[in-house]
């Protein structure tokens, strides 16, 4: 059964604090995404990257950074946490060609205090 | 830019009511149309998807025609149950896209009540 599997389903940081969010899958997928979930604004991409070492920003990358040292691991890092970093966010995977499936996983809901 | 728009939720039908959820998009070219869905507690799955016009995608009962003169990707059930109570949230691959990422609306929450 293929899987995306993230470290934490909830995770509780203090403001200021240097947060890791881990992504591992077995698929052996190319790309690698995180998203961030919020009521009424759907999915938004944060970074993603096409392969080891390669990143790209999303539409809401500031904030954020990400590392991809291997293929298949991809971690989203918030440098210095703050309150309106408070959502759900969502991993995802994919291969070529570009237009197939993507496999989330079950989702990290941070909360910053 | 590309955009999908979902109409707003939440939804709430009886179990056994026919669904509707609309899904509206803006592209260039011919992109990929998916719609996802996310059960409680959950991560987003893949329900079904359409990669030209024309295409119906179908599962579970659910379908959904990829309609390019009304750039609609509408998602149907004719006989809901509690058990599709989710989040469902439309998706769009964008044609001349070489790097796999996906556009989403904004998701519409569907409740069904016994």
């Known amino acids: 059964d293929v899987k995306v599997t993230q470290s934490s389903r909830y995770l509780v940081k203090r403001t200021g604090e240097k947060v890791f969010l881990e992504c591992v899958q077995d698929?052996?997928?190319?790309?690698m995404f995180w998203y961030r979930q919020d009521p009424g604004l759907g999915l938004r991409l944060i970074y993603f990257?096409?392969?080891?070492?390669?990143?790209e920003k999303g539409d809401i990358p500031e904030g954020y950074s990400v590392s991809r040292e291997k293929k298949e691991r991809f971690s989203l890092i918030l440098e210095s946490a703050s309150t309106n970093q408070t959502s759900m966010y969502l991993c995802?995977?994919?291969?070529?060609?570009?237009?197939?499936?993507?496999?989330f996983g079950q989702g990290t809901r941070l909360t910053v205090v | 830019g590309d955009s999908v728009t979902q109409m707003e939720g939440p939804v709430t039908l009886s179990e056994e009511a026919f669904l509707t959820i609309n899904c509206t998009y803006t592209?260039?070219?011919?992109?990929?149309l998916f719609w996802y869905v996310q059960y409680p507690g959950e991560g987003l799955q893949l329900l079904l998807k359409?990669?030209?016009?024309?295409d119906k995608g179908s599962n579970k009962g659910f379908e959904a025609t990829y309609r390019k003169e009304t750039t609609s990707f509408h998602l149907e059930k004719g006989s809901v149950q509690v058990s599709d109570s989710a989040v469902y949230f439309c998706?769009?691959?964008?044609?001349?896209?070489?790097?796999?990422?996906?556009?989403f609306g904004q998701g519409t929450t569907l409740q069904v009540k016994p």
């Open positions: 995802a995977s994919s291969s070529p060609p570009q237009n197939t499936e993507a496999f």
């Open positions: 698929m052996d997928h190319e790309n």
């Open positions: 990257s096409y392969d080891v070492k390669m990143k």
């Open positions: 592209a260039t070219g011919y992109p990929s």
């Open positions: 359409a990669t030209k016009a024309d």
């Open positions: 998706a769009l691959f964008p044609w001349s896209s070489n790097t796999g990422k996906l556009i």
